[in-house]
């Protein structure tokens, strides 16, 4: 949308994620993704800025509205507000959005621009992409190197002030140094398990096991060749069972959600290429679970995470964070 300014978030089909689509799919919240393009070249600040602004102008004043939540309060309010993980019941309601930077690049090495833009109602914060920026190294920097001196100082300012850490794209040595640092519990947000289908990007079991132990999050992810090997066949949605079985068995009931990485994709597991298709993927996962886990894994547990570790709107006015 920051490339095209007439893209409309409304129902425009170069989008995956449109206001119609959330309203098919019975999508209460919504996490955009503020992603710095390789080929806009070197990272910049007014880039994140430029996207904060596409949010605010272009997508919460579709015609419908799109509210922000940054708050543990607003957390609260949409729990209450949530029914069955049936669309039925939540037909014409107002979604969420929450606002996250995918890779700390754009921040050009500045934690006064890491704090700013938490104030500005950034809430996530994807440390790398896939190489090595200036916190950490990313997930496919084969050196696999960790944090940086001053990476090591954007976790303490990113425990200080609430804005929550995602592991995605980080190095499996930064994975294990933020372990060790961080006083919040992190998510992976868009990531499968390892052992199901052996891609970089993947959790091991291990790492699994340390998010569940931490209380942390993990998205599953809709990213066709992170739920299968190959590309010869079509991925279908049955095929991301195996990987939400295996998160079960290592103790992930309670930590799983839905990752998605519309937008960020350009191929796509066939009958899920859109938030329209969750009523269908509701109702496969109700042929193999209790609707209670499926309840959790659409909403409960991302709301639980958020209504925990969310900072509370007091903090906006210089009051302790908590």
Not at 131 to 141: H, K, R, T
Not at 175 to 204: D, G, M, Q, V, Y
Request: proline fraction near 5%; charge should be negative; hydrophobic fraction near 35%.
């Amino acid at each position: 949308m920051r490339e095209d300014t007439r893209i409309s978030f409304q129902n425009d089909k170069k989008l995956d994620v449109t206001y119609e689509r959330l309203q098919h799919g019975a999508v209460s919240l919504q996490c955009f993704a503020i992603y710095l393009s390789e080929r806009w070249g070197i990272p910049r600040y007014e880039y994140i800025l430029d996207q904060i602004d596409v949010f605010k102008s272009r997508v919460m004043t579709t015609a419908g509205g799109v509210r922000w939540m940054r708050w543990k309060e607003e957390a609260a309010e949409l729990e209450q507000e949530i029914g069955s993980v049936h669309p039925a019941s939540k037909a014409g309601q107002i979604p969420w959005g929450l606002l996250s930077v995918e890779g700390a690049d754009g921040f050009e090495g500045s934690l006064f621009y890491v704090r700013m833009c938490y104030e500005m109602g950034v809430r996530f914060l994807g440390i790398t992409w896939n190489y090595a920026n200036w916190a950490a190294d990313g997930v496919l920097e084969k050196r696999d190197g960790g944090f940086t001196e001053k990476g090591k100082k954007l976790i303490e300012l990113c425990n200080e002030i609430g804005l929550l850490l995602d592991v995605s794209h980080l190095s499996p040595t930064g994975f294990w140094e933020l372990t060790e640092r961080t006083e919040r519990p992190f998510i992976a947000s868009h990531s499968n398990a390892k052992s199901i289908c052996p891609h970089p990007r993947n959790l091991t079991d291990e790492q699994i096991r340390a998010i569940v132990a931490m209380d942390g999050r993990i998205g599953m992810t809709f990213v066709p060749w992170f739920v299968r090997e190959g590309g010869e066949k079509p991925v279908r949605p049955e095929e991301l069972l195996p990987h939400i079985e295996h998160f079960c068995s290592l103790g992930g009931q309670n930590s799983l959600m839905i990752g998605s990485d519309f937008d960020g994709i350009d191929a796509w597991i066939q009958g899920l290429e859109h938030p329209g298709r969750y009523p269908e993927f509701a109702e496969l996962l109700c042929k193999h679970y209790s609707e209670e886990l499926v309840r959790k894994w659409f909403s409960g547990n991302a709301l639980s995470y958020l209504k925990r570790h969310l900072p509370e709107s007091e903090g906006m006015h210089g009051k302790p964070v908590k």
